[in-house]
């Protein structure tokens, strides 16, 4: 599944299987895994953001959470928002 971000940012929020990631994790197991084959993360999901005009591609076996077009006040740190 590929997104394309239009005149705004697009933030892509999916998650990867288990065998890959661990979701909702203790911060001592985040600690544990870094740099491991299976890695782990406190967030319930994982976010790509998208900046305008540009496009990726969701990962293989990943499973698509929902997209948000961030406007205004959502707009990652840095961007001026229109």
Same mark, same amino acid.
């Given at each position: 599944?590929?997104?394309?971000?239009?005149?705004?940012?697009?933030? %892509?929020?999916?998650? $990867?299987?288990?065998? +890959? @990631? %661990?979701?909702?994790?203790?911060?001592? /197991?985040?600690?544990?895994? +870094?740099?491991?084959? @299976?890695?782990?993360?406190?967030?319930?999901?994982?976010? =790509?953001m998208i900046a305008p005009?540009?496009?990726?591609? $969701?990962p293989a076996q990943a499973?698509? %959470?929902?997209?948000? /077009? $961030?406007?205004?006040?959502?707009?990652?740190p840095g961007d001026t928002? =229109?």
């Amino acid at each position: 599944m590929k997104f394309t971000a239009g005149e705004h940012w697009l933030a %892509i929020d999916y998650k $990867l299987p288990h065998e +890959k @990631r %661990i979701y909702n994790a203790a911060p001592f /197991v985040v600690e544990a895994t +870094k740099g491991k084959k @299976r890695s782990a993360t406190t967030y319930a999901f994982d976010t =790509e953001m998208i900046a305008p005009g540009g496009s990726w591609e $969701l990962p293989a076996q990943a499973t698509f %959470i929902h997209e948000r /077009v $961030l406007r205004g006040a959502d707009t990652p740190p840095g961007d001026t928002p =229109e």
